[in-house]
């Protein structure tokens, strides 16, 4: 690995979030209420990892019974199985430190959260993501399926301790490739004009551009803002549209494919210069108002976070892939974006 | 190579071709599958995805009256179907055969999965008061066959997820290798050159995974 690229990784896998954990009020069952825990979340990690850590400080106050624990963010009951990063990246704008997150160990909403039985749900989680990643650049998952139940399991412990020595020993193991092989290989599969590869990862069908997990998460405002700190709170997911896609890399002679080509690729509506409606079926496209440039029709990607780092979008895509991705081979990208004004 | 009308040779299909599936798939079924209400195409018209042909499948409010007596006489299901516009009121006049039947009703999502490109079927069951079934009440209302298959196997079984699309918890049908049933479906028939039409490709798949969630799909429709 190039020395920068080892810098890159080392800082995606040192990065945390300074998180005060609070207990929900309705379940201090002790005076004085506890003080706030402190923990020091890592960015590649999970909430549900941390319990071990803040139940302590509150096991004294809880009311009896049994736990199911959640965590909110202002009353928005936090996915668990979404990194700890991406969800600071997504949901504060203006970055809060420490993040104040409140727990509860009662009442889970599973209404609108997915079950969650600890580190076992997250474990499940992770290795499904990874089999995911692997479908999409490989074709198959055959690469996972193929690692022993040691091998797997050792990578995954070595995600949950933030062990990256660990997991740059396991993974050659997991023999994902990065874009670069996924495209010599291809080229040379083309060439030889036959469906046999010679390498140990099998491609299914002909295909032209390399396949990149990506999981997108959109935020949308409808007016301009000043500030980050302007910008109104989450209140639902509803307010958020979570893409889970792959991203089509395209390779072409003399042209580099930078993130904004992956972004726009996944948001079409936000691509370029073309003036575009909110959407409504039958519209047709409306033109600016050219008089004094107030009327702003078209949407507009205001900013795009990945690992806490706001991107500059003309960045060769391919860099921001093989430095800023989770340990899963997905990149994780937040957007937030004006939306397009009727 | 996927050229517009065709499914790829290895059981996957493309975005496109899903859309075309699930309008091949939709108009069959209400022309032929007449004990059950159609199925609705729910457009993805959420802001932020403008791509026009995106879309999932929706059959909503099925009820499966879960009788206590545990010997039913064949592997099919005791289905009414509460069929409602979603304009119109909820007509809750079903039939109900016994005062004891608990009625569970059931809502269904055939939603494309880019990673995978494959269809993936992802349901809930909720009781009438709206409640949600926990997974051991559903299975209760699955075919006995299918039971077993979920445990034991490895071709199939259910998890619960985020709807892609919904932000809610809903059960997901997990067909690991459905491209590879999807490529023996298509060797064993009679189409040219063992390339199944995107049009059969819903049909071919929801013969296999329907019965699973005990949904069976006339033969006529496979034709």
Known sequence: MAANEEEAVKYIWEGAIPLQIHLHKSEVASHPAPPPSLVLAPRIGYLPLLVHLIKPYFKDSLPPGEDSIWFDYKGLPLKWYIPTGVLFDLLCAEPERPWNLTIHFRGYPSNVLIPCEGEDSVKWNFVNSLKEAAYIINGNCKNVMNMSQNDQEDLWTSVMNGDLDAYTRLSPKIKMGNIEDEFSRKASLSSTQSTQGGTEIEVAGQVKTARIPVRLYVRSVSKDFENLEDVPEIDTWDEISYLNRPVEFLREEGKCFTLRDAIESLLPEYTGHRAQTSGEEGEGITTEEEADGSQETRGEIKMVRIQGIEMKLEIPFSWVVNNLMNPEFYLHISVLVKAPQR | ?223
């Open chain 2, 1 to 223: 190579m996927d050229s517009a009308g065709e499914v790829v040779n290895d059981g996957k299909i493309t975005l496109e071709g899903f859309s075309v599936a699930a309008r091949s798939f939709a108009e069959k079924w209400k022309r032929l599958n007449l004990s059950f209400p159609p199925w609705s195409w729910v457009p993805l018209n959420n802001r932020t995805l403008l791509k026009k042909e995106e879309g999932y499948l929706s059959l909503e409010k099925i009820i499966i009256l879960s009788s206590l007596d545990e010997s039913v006489e064949e592997e099919s299901l005791d289905v009414r179907a509460d069929w409602s516009e979603k304009e119109e009121a909820v007509d809750h006049t079903v039939l109900v055969q016994d005062v004891e039947d608990e009625a569970h009703y059931y809502d269904y999502h055939i939603v494309y999965s880019a990673s995978y490109m494959v269809p993936m079927l992802y349901f809930r069951g909720y009781s009438s008061d709206g409640k949600p079934l926990s997974l051991e009440v559903i299975k209760r209302d699955l075919p006995s066959s299918s039971v077993s298959l979920l445990l034991e196997s490895k071709w199939t079984f259910i998890t619960q997820e985020d709807h892609p699309y919904l932000n809610r918890p809903w059960f997901k049908l997990h067909p690991c290798g459905t491209e590879e049933w999807i490529k023996l479906l298509s060797e064993s028939s009679s189409f040219t050159g063992c390339q199944m039409p995107v049009e059969l490709y819903l049909i071919s798949w929801f013969s296999v995974v329907g019965q699973v969630v005990g949904l069976k799909i006339p033969h006529e429709m496979l034709i």
